[in-house]
């Protein structure tokens, strides 16, 4: 079955330092998300993409997240100055329609912020 | 803000019993609900899903009930198996242009052989 991928499956960083998380989305899949998990908490809603564009953005995705799509294949995060508290598990998923299908999620990137 | 409640962190069944889980929302505009499963470095996994307009669907082992005046959702496992310890999410969405799913907290499920 096609899966998503994402790298690296393990990211360090220091606090202040930008990171970016890359995904590899199915590839006839048009919408595309970014879902993190701190530990032992829920798994949150980021950010929806859709045509080239945010569909969606949660009160979580301020200004230090943007999302990109460079090359019609993969699919990235990047954080500019991270925190501490971006320390989490980020999940990319993707579906085919906009309707009531079912997510594909990626196995995640574990982000550690010292 | 917990649109979607699942107010049992863990549950611990004997293999060939079955496993409930339950699940709880507030939002009402939500109309379609999802179970995710999810293994340790795993992302999670579809299981099952039910539209608002049923209160009943059932794939194999696995049936969620929906009972929409209690806003309350209930995901059956029949006969449980070792293989299905694992951390299961309630998931629900509200027709929103992106269809965003909005996730319950989980609830680890251990079968006991």
């Known amino acids: 079955e096609p899966e998503v991928t994402q790298t690296p499956s393990h990211q360090v960083t220091q606090m202040g330092q930008e990171v970016i998380l890359r995904c590899v989305p199915i590839?006839?899949?048009?919408?595309f998300y970014w879902y993190r998990q701190i530990l032992g908490q829920k798994v949150e809603f980021l950010v929806s993409?859709?045509?080239?564009?945010?569909?969606?953005k949660s009160e979580i995705f301020d200004d230090q997240f943007s999302v990109e799509r460079p090359d019609g294949s993969n699919f990235t995060l990047k954080i500019r100055s991270t925190k501490l508290e971006d320390s989490a598990m980020y999940f990319c998923?993707?579906?085919?329609?906009?309707?009531?299908?079912?997510?594909?999620f990626g196995s995640g990137t574990q982000l550690s912020v010292l | 803000d917990q649109q979607v409640k699942q107010n049992s962190p863990s549950l611990s069944v004997q293999e060939g019993r079955i496993s409930i889980l339950n699940c709880d929302y507030t939002n009402s505009m939500f109309d379609y609900f999802l179970w995710y499963k999810k293994y340790p470095a795993e992302g999670p996994t579809f299981l099952i899903s039910?539209?608002?307009?049923?209160d009943k669907n059932e794939d194999g082992r696995f049936t969620v009930f929906l009972n929409k005046s209690a806003k309350h959702l209930s995901l059956h496992i029949v006969p449980s198996q070792p293989g299905d310890s694992a951390v299961y999410f309630c998931a629900a969405s509200a027709g929103s242009a992106t269809n965003k799913l909005i996730f319950g907290t989980g609830t680890l499920l251990a079968v006991q052989p």
């Open positions: 590839s006839n899949h048009l919408y």
């Open positions: 993409f859709y045509n080239n564009e945010i569909s969606e």
């Open positions: 998923a993707s579906r085919m329609t906009g309707g009531h299908e079912k997510l594909f």
């Open positions: 039910i539209s608002s307009i049923k």
